[in-house]
């Protein structure tokens, strides 16, 4: 299956992870995919890390996190929490196949705020993951205007 | 697994580079990475020990557009070839589009050439995906070195499914290009059937 985003859920996922960012005081939310895809991110502007960098190493960590509780015998990784000397890194999955992360500063906000902040808008946001989804596999998702012929390889050398 | 996003105009395929230890996988992406103009690339991540070999991934993104202004994000990866790492391997291969088989040419590393390529089609299998319906590309790598196998030998060997295939010297960039084209060829023809 084919994961695709029409603009109208593009935006509702945005508002979402919007929401959760202003409310909990992150710096920024993301949700992506395990196999480290980027799929949105709340509107902040600040943010400047390399996001799809960040998409791919979390993804990576949630995945070795998993199998290793796995090979400890638990069932499933839920959640997990990562932090620096300034910064938590707080990482959720959603609907068995994405994670969100929130990125915050520890002066501005803690870990409780965060979690209390996406436990209210996490079923909204399960719910609206599992539609796309639906959605997706119905229909053929190719857009009719993207002509795969003309995207140019060479120009993306020096 | 594909992923397109109609608002933003992004298209994102995930590319894996799959192969025995030290067969020159990192140098394949690496090359890339190294050649490709700024404005088209991201951060690479290494996640190597100290001696430079692969312990858990290493990441390139790429970007292209097209005229249209549709943007196709190419994520490619290296997975860790040393046996001990076979967990790590399956993980990475988790919404693969396209594979790229980097064997080692030497006489001495083809049993690991062999023994990596049953590997992979276990994981893969893990993952349902049929080996005979992914983006696959083959290339022999290390062709600069006096003890190599015939590319013919290697090509009975390991492409079975007579897919394109190349020889190549990674270290010095010979046969990388090809390969990349070839494999995101094959991907984005795929993403549009
Ligand atoms: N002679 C020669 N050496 C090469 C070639 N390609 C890569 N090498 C060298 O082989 C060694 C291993 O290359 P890597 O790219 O690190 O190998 P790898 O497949 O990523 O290895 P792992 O991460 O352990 O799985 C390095 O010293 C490279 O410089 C080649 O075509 N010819
Ligand atoms: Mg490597």
Not at chain 1, 51 to 69: H, I, K, P, Q, Y
Not at chain 2, 69 to 88: D, E, M, N, W
Request: charged share 30%.
């Amino acid at each position: 299956m084919m994961l695709n985003l029409r603009p109208e859920e593009d935006k509702e996922l945005r508002e979402i992870l919007t929401s959760i960012a202003d409310e909990s005081k992150s710096k920024i939310v993301l949700l992506i995919d395990k196999s480290g895809q980027l799929i949105s991110r709340s509107e902040s502007p600040a943010f400047s890390s390399d996001d799809v960098t960040f998409a791919s190493l979390t993804a990576g960590n949630v995945a070795a996190s998993e199998a290793l509780s796995k090979l400890l015998g638990d069932k499933s990784l839920n959640h997990m929490f990562t932090e620096t000397e300034d910064e938590g890194i707080y990482m959720i999955v959603i609907a068995e196949k994405y994670i969100l992360v929130s990125i915050f500063d520890k002066v501005s906000t803690n870990l409780g705020i965060i979690r209390v902040k996406i436990k209210k808008y996490y079923d909204r946001l399960e719910g609206l993951m599992k539609r796309i989804e639906e959605r997706a596999e119905k229909e053929s998702s190719m857009p009719a205007d993207i002509n795969i012929e003309d995207i140019d390889l060479d120009t993306l050398f020096e | 697994m594909p992923f397109v996003n109609f608002a933003t105009r992004e298209i994102n395929c995930k590319i894996v580079y799959y192969g025995p230890g030290l067969s020159g996988k990192t140098t394949n992406i690496k090359w890339i990475y190294d050649h490709i103009k700024p404005e088209n690339k991201g951060e690479m991540i290494t996640l190597a020990t100290e001696t430079e070999r692969t312990l858990f991934f290493d990441f390139v993104p790429i970007e292209v557009s097209n005229v249209k202004g549709f943007k196709v994000r190419f994520h490619l990866y290296t997975t860790p070839g040393q046996i001990i790492y076979q967990a790590s391997r399956k993980l990475i291969l988790k919404g693969v589009d396209g594979i790229v088989f980097v064997a080692d040419s030497q006489e001495e590393r083809h049993d690991a050439n062999l023994d990596t390529l049953d590997d992979m089609i276990e994981n893969l299998e893990d993952y349902d995906i049929k080996i005979e319906n992914i983006p696959l590309v083959f290339q022999y790598n290390k062709r600069d070195l006096p003890n190599v196998l015939p590319v013919e030998v290697l090509r009975r060997d390991l492409n079975r499914w007579n897919r394109p295939d190349f020889e190549a010297v990674a270290s010095k960039g010979f046969g990388v290009l090809e390969t990349f084209k070839e494999i995101t060829r094959q991907v984005l023809k795929k993403l549009k059937k």
